[in-house]
């Protein structure tokens, strides 16, 4: 308890005093609001109640950072049950670097968000989903509602203990899911197998109807059609790719170029060190994430619709079109990030 009245006085005694450490771009406005809000927020913390604290607490920082703002809505957030996001708050004030002049609540508020760090830590469960799907089909999984990427398929996610309602969707299959508990520090593996939805029903033959095939004979001297039609399907296909290509190539250059511009921004006001970045570089690094992540999936989808196309526009046997009918040649327009396919078929 005397810790804990410690701990408000000093950060009650850090928010009155925050104008005097604020950033430039804090104006007056925003920082009289956020320390009115976060002393709401602080009382109710230390009162016990993180549950209504959260919401003062979230406003203010996001109005004016403040160190011992953030933590203590780790802190809160922690006593919630949501670990995962707490701990990284947390890591946040551990990792910033604070000023010569900063105030001692400040540098306490680093000491104690490491300490809550290292003691949270281990209780973090750890839920490996996998969705046993054909190959070439993209599964939608979603833990307690909230979609998670695919890249975190396959791997251990951190995750909070507690229970949770982990499903899958794709294209074309019925939903999978189930209901998972993780206990503190928990490793857990799960596998959905979504069922396969039906398909359509044919439509039936009326009563008395002669089949397709036998009302009408095939002429026994007609040519097949068939070789023309696989030809001329390759062709089409191999045209489309390679307009995916050029799509994915101009789209990869571009996002390559605009990544290339947000790391030379980071560079200048981070240095090498992504960690010493302040806190409102965190919106150019999620950016940079993004722009590299874009321009990496544009670069290969460039090449492998490049490669394809060409292998099958060359190995596409030759046909001779009727005398009667032009030949169909399909026409590609690739602009950036889109592909339009013409020609008469």
Known sequence: M?????????????????????????????????????????????????????????????LHHAPTTLAKLGECHIQGGRLVLGVEMLRRVVREQLPADAPPAFAAAKVRAQKLVDETQPRIGQLRVTVAVPPGVVPVVTVDGDEIPAAMLDIDRPTDPGTHSVEATAPGYKKASQAVTLKDGERLAIQLTPEAAPSATPAATPAGAAPADAATPATPDAPSSTPRASSSTSRTVGWVLLGVGAAGLVTGGVAGGLALGTKSSLDDACGANRGACPPNQEGRIDRLQRESLISTIGFTVGVVGAVGGAALLFFAPATKPAAATSPTRPTVSVGLGSVSLGGSF
């Not at 604020?22 to 109710?44: K, N, P, Q």
């Open 2 to 62: 005397k810790y804990s009245l410690f701990v408000a006085a000093a950060a009650v005694a850090t928010l009155v005093s925050s104008a005097s450490v604020a950033r430039a771009d804090d104006d007056a406005t925003s920082v009289a609001a956020a320390r009115t809000i976060g002393l709401e927020g602080l009382r109710l913390a230390e009162a016990g109640n993180c549950k209504d604290a959260i919401d003062k607490l979230d406003r203010s920082e996001k």
